[in-house]
């Protein structure tokens, strides 16, 4: 599939890895989150996408409206959507990966209903350690 681009998001899948891929090169101010993920389902419905890696290494922090919105209404409704666990690999800058607040949302993410069911994440500072875990997602799932 030919990659999508919204002002500076670039999303994509790569059939060939089996992984829907969200880029945010830039802080964007004309997207919001929720337009972003938005589009994320749909292409993540179009594919069959159930690896996920997001680079946010230069988004910018997500405001505690937006960090709400993703814990208690985005990926909640993923099993609505999916029948099937969603895996998210998300790619931090260092700075970001050892931040509190950072840490703390992870933290509460984990501790939610939907953790572990319809989807669940580990952040990274390698692309390559975010596709070896994707990879092992996957295998897991194919050994099952």
Not at 85 to 105: G, M, Q, R, S, W
């Amino acid at each position: 599939m030919s990659p999508l681009f919204l002002d500076a998001i670039a999303l994509t899948h790569r059939p060939d890895l089996d992984v829907l891929f969200l880029r945010w090169p830039q802080p964007v101010y004309d997207f919001t989150v929720r337009e972003v993920y938005q589009q994320v389902l749909e292409l993540a419905e179009a594919t069959n996408a159930r690896y996920w890696l997001f680079d946010i290494r230069s988004r910018g922090p997500l405001s505690d409206a937006d960090s709400h919105w993703v814990r208690n209404e985005f990926y909640p409704t993923l099993h609505e959507k999916f029948d099937h666990i969603t895996h998210v690999a998300y790619l931090l800058t260092p700075a970001h990966a050892e931040d509190h607040f950072t840490i703390k949302a992870a933290e509460e993410s984990r501790k939610q209903s939907w953790y572990g069911k319809c989807a669940d994440f580990e952040g990274f500072t390698s692309e390559t350690e975010a596709l070896h875990w994707l990879k092992k997602c996957q295998l897991a799932e194919v050994e099952k």
